[in-house]
């Protein structure tokens, strides 16, 4: 069966600008023998699951996640922060600037 391989990088910004890269594996084949057939040692796997994240079709995976015809497995860096903190900052934020617009204006100063 067909899967696809991507591998985004720092540099590429979270932008795709590669093709998946076709991969022939057996049927049941998983993410830990398919990154095993691509020439990855098993410390090499072991790594990229520890230190990066890897997922098939935008969901984390396991080594031992079952592929299926057409999967795509990501090989993607590590999130630099966490989403829903930074959604709570930005939340945060907004309400403060709001509370200063209300503020400035019925005149009265801001505390």
Request: charged content about 25%.
């Amino acid at each position: 069966m067909i899967i696809y391989l991507i591998r985004m990088l720092p540099e590429d910004g979270g932008i795709l600008n590669r093709m998946p890269q076709p991969l022939d594996v057996q049927t049941g084949c998983t993410v830990g023998q398919a990154l095993n057939r691509l020439g990855y040692s098993p410390e090499d796997i072991q790594c990229l699951f520890d230190k990066r994240s890897v997922a098939v079709f935008g969901h984390t995976a396991a080594a031992d996640t079952t592929l299926h015809p057409g999967d795509r497995i990501e090989l993607l860096d590590a999130l630099r922060f966490d989403p829903k903190e930074s959604r709570r900052r930005r939340a945060a934020h907004k309400a403060g600037s709001q509370q200063g617009k209300t503020a400035r204006r019925s005149g009265k100063a801001r505390t």
